[in-house]
């Protein structure tokens, strides 16, 4: 800390106060120690886990529309069952990571609110429109299994609230990514057109799903920060590297073809070469020139109106509750 002339000794006293508890910070998370919430934190800490987890948070909840388009054309009840299944895990998912910015000392409302002005982003892996059936297999193949690639070292981030959700959430995640390769090898085994389908669903959601990893290592912008704290154990591109060799043979046993002229295997670097990632895509579906991006918030919108009712009887029953108490405890 800086001294500064003339300063009084009390807010020299808090300096230092504030660089013992930094210090103390520092060494828990290089001692890999969680933080907890009533633990003192860097405010910059704080702000990044909090516009992190909302991020997640928001993709969960939206990631929930493009699959639920397909619970009522689902081809049989089995798989119907199965979808919305899924499509509610991802519900439990956006409330696990609601409630775990709130440990953080921001609602939920504030963060929805954020989300519906397009002040906090969502994955924009969901602003792509679910065309056919086969496209809820891809999603759960590649989709699912790019966001367990990414969530899986969460497990091990340094603020405690987070890596715990992350812990239920990736059991759940792998779930989704086999009902996914299953739908996908169902479709992949059946008719010429169901085959067909499956290969365009898997044409369509290859490259997005690459884009899920972010931009390479020397754009990102939040990476260098972030892995310091241990909030991120591995690079976007380590990541997304990781995905392409895990999904190249698992390509191969669903008979169906990667969209990628340029992926081979690479003896010395002991995975696949790929193709480039169209950036300037990414770029304007983040900027909110996706197919969906309008009608995806636009639903969002609709639905938490159409769910005040439900927060307002919530709280009013609460609140009769908690007047019944009081009664009682005048009474007694
Ligand atoms: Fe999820
Ligand atoms: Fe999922």
Redesign the pocket.
């Known amino acids: 800390m800086t001294a500064v002339a003339g300063g009084t000794s009390a807010a020299e006293g808090a300096g230092s106060g504030e660089d013992a508890f930094l210090a103390a910070f520092d060494a828990a998370v290089a001692a890999e120690e969680r933080i907890e919430p009533r633990d003192w934190m860097p405010d910059a800490y704080r702000a990044t886990l909090v516009r992190q987890m909302a991020q997640h948070a928001h993709?969960?909840i939206i990631?929930m529309q493009p699959e639920a388009n397909w619970i009522t054309r689902a081809p049989s009840l089995r798989r119907k069952a199965i979808l919305m299944a899924k499509v509610q895990?991802?519900a439990?998912?956006?409330l696990y990571l609601y409630s775990a910015t709130e440990t953080l000392g921001t609602g939920r409302d504030e963060l929805l609110d954020k989300l519906h002005a397009g002040r906090q982003k969502y994955s924009s892996i969901f602003n792509y429109p679910t065309l056919t059936w086969a496209d809820v297999g891809a999603i759960g193949w590649l989709v699912?299994g790019a966001?367990i690639t990414n969530?899986v070292p969460l497990c091990r981030c340094s603020y405690g609230p987070y890596a715990r959700a992350m812990i239920r959430?990736c059991k759940?995640?792998s779930f989704?990514q086999r009902q996914g390769f299953e739908l996908l090898l169902a479709l992949s085994e059946g008719t010429p057109e169901q085959h067909a389908m499956a290969q365009d669903a898997v044409d369509r959601w290859w490259w997005p799903s690459l884009m899920m990893f972010g931009p390479p290592d020397g754009e990102s912008a939040h990476s260098a920060q972030s892995t310091a704290w241990k909030i991120k154990r591995f690079s976007n591109d380590e990541l997304r590297q990781r995905f392409v060799d895990i999904c190249v043979p698992q390509a191969e046993a669903l008979g169906l073809t990667l969209p990628d002229p340029d992926l081979r295997w690479n003896e010395e670097k002991g995975g696949h070469d790929f193709g480039t990632v169209d950036w300037s895509e990414f770029q304007a579906v983040l900027k909110g020139n996706g197919p969906c991006n309008e009608e995806r918030i636009t639903q969002r919108r609709r639905a938490h109106e159409d769910g005040a009712w439900v927060r307002d009887a919530a709280a009013a029953y609460a609140a009769k509750q908690a007047a019944g108490s009081d009664e009682k405890a005048v009474a007694a």
Do not use: C, L, P, T
């Open positions: 993709s969960e990631g895990d991802e439990g998912h956006g699912d966001a969530q959430i759940e995640e989704h």
